[in-house]
C-alpha cells in the first residue's frame, strides 16, 4: 500500500498545482479525500499505478464545475466515468440511461432466427 499511498499524494500535489495553475479554487486536505479502490460510477477498480492515462485511473470530479475542489465537491471515480460524463448534461446521461436500458430489455427477448 505504500506504492498507492505515494502516487495518491503525488496526484493529489500535482491537482493542488494545476487548480492554482488555472486560478480554481483548491480547499483540500489530503485526508479530506476519499480514495475509493472501486469506482463509484461505473465498479471497475481504480488503478493508481497505472502510467499515463487509462481507463481505470483516477480521476478528480467535481460534483458541480461551476464551485472549486473544496469539501462536498469532490470524488474520484475511474477516467472513463469522467469521460462519459464530461460533455453530458444531467438530463442526457438520464435519457442515455433510460434508453439504453430500455433497448437491452428489448434485445434480450428477442429469439435468434437461426
Given at each position: ?76 471515480i475511474s477516467r472513463l466515468a469522467n469521460v462519459i460524463k ?29
Amino acid at each position: 500500500y505504500d506504492d498507492i499511498y505515494k502516487e495518491q499524494r503525488s496526484k493529489f500535489i500535482n491537482k493542488k498545482a494545476n487548480a492554482k495553475r488555472d486560478g480554481v479554487e483548491f480547499l483540500l486536505d489530503f485526508g479530506d479525500i476519499d480514495w475509493p479502490e472501486v469506482c463509484p460510477v461505473l465498479g471497475i477498480p481504480i488503478d493508481y499505478l497505472s502510467e499515463g492515462r487509462s481507463e481505470n485511473s483516477c480521476s478528480f470530479d467535481r460534483h458541480d464545475s461551476n464551485k472549486g475542489y473544496v469539501k462536498g465537491n469532490l470524488w474520484i471515480i475511474s477516467r472513463l466515468a469522467n469521460v462519459i460524463k464530461l460533455d453530458a448534461s444531467m438530463d442526457e446521461l438520464k435519457t442515455f440511461s433510460i434508453n439504453i436500458i430500455k433497448i437491452n430489455d428489448v434485445m434480450s427477448e428477442v429469439k435468434p432466427l437461426f
